[in-house]
């Protein structure tokens, strides 16, 4: 069973650069077929997808954060990361890491993907 | 982007009841669509793939249909478990967006 889980400080102060990073257990972060994704839930907003990185490092933002986003993968550590940086307010949220399953196949042979296993969330509060 | 309207945004149901939830696209996404539900502190879990297609280990009791604009999610003979929160998601261009969300409360 694979698992991921969310890591890094609760509160971060306005102006300067969120780090989160997402530990999996239970499976190789260097399997094929998969992306590794970064997706947030605010009370305004509600679910916001971040974007995404491959195990060798392959990345796609979303246009709206891409000037402050960078994700990195380190498969020694079987982790991945996030950093959003000049954080505001706006930024608080709840953050979720989750793996992108791109090997869903329909009877026509149609590929389709899914974020088919999440972490639990964490909560990254923006205040000074 | 693509905008996903997800409706009703909450919905009161009893055990045994049948409930549907409906999400719409701002433009044609063939069954590019996923939908998810939500228990507070635990994790999302994948429920259906490309429109209507159950994940593995997933109850039949849900099922998905749809395709282009609209899609819907509906949950046959609704058990104590399932109230939770339920979310669609559009894979079909990027930036992958979600429906707003539905709150499935007990009556």
């Known amino acids: ?128 | 982007d693509i905008q996903m309207t997800q409706s009703p945004s909450s919905l009161s149901a009893s055990v045994g009841d049948r409930v549907t939830i409906t999400c719409r696209a701002s433009q044609t996404i063939s069954s590019y669509l996923n939908w998810y539900q939500h228990k507070p502190g635990k994790a999302p879990k994948l429920l259906i793939y490309a429109a209507s297609s159950l994940q593995s280990g997933v109850p039949s009791r849900f099922s998905g249909s749809g395709s282009g604009t609209d899609f819907s999610l509906t949950i046959n003979n609704l058990q104590p478990e399932d109230f939770a929160a339920y979310f669609c998601q559009q894979n079909y261009s990027p930036p992958y967006t979600f429906g707003q969300g539905t709150k499935l409360e007990i009556k």
């Open chain 1, 1 to 128: 069973q694979v698992l991921l889980q969310e890591s890094g400080p609760g509160l971060v102060k306005p102006s300067q650069t969120l780090s989160l990073t997402c530990t999996v257990s239970g499976g190789s972060i260097s399997s094929g077929n998969y992306y590794w994704i970064w997706i947030r839930q605010n009370q305004g907003k509600g679910l916001e997808w971040i974007g995404y990185i491959s195990y060798s490092g392959n990345t796609y933002y979303n246009p709206s954060l891409k000037s402050r986003v960078t994700m990195s993968v380190d498969t020694s550590k079987n982790h991945f990361s996030l950093k959003l940086s000049s954080v505001t307010a706006a930024d608080t949220a709840v953050y979720f890491c989750a793996r992108e399953n791109l090997n869903y196949q329909d009877s026509g042979g149609y590929y389709y993907r899914a974020f088919d296993m999440w972490g639990q969330g964490t909560v990254v509060t923006v205040s000074s």
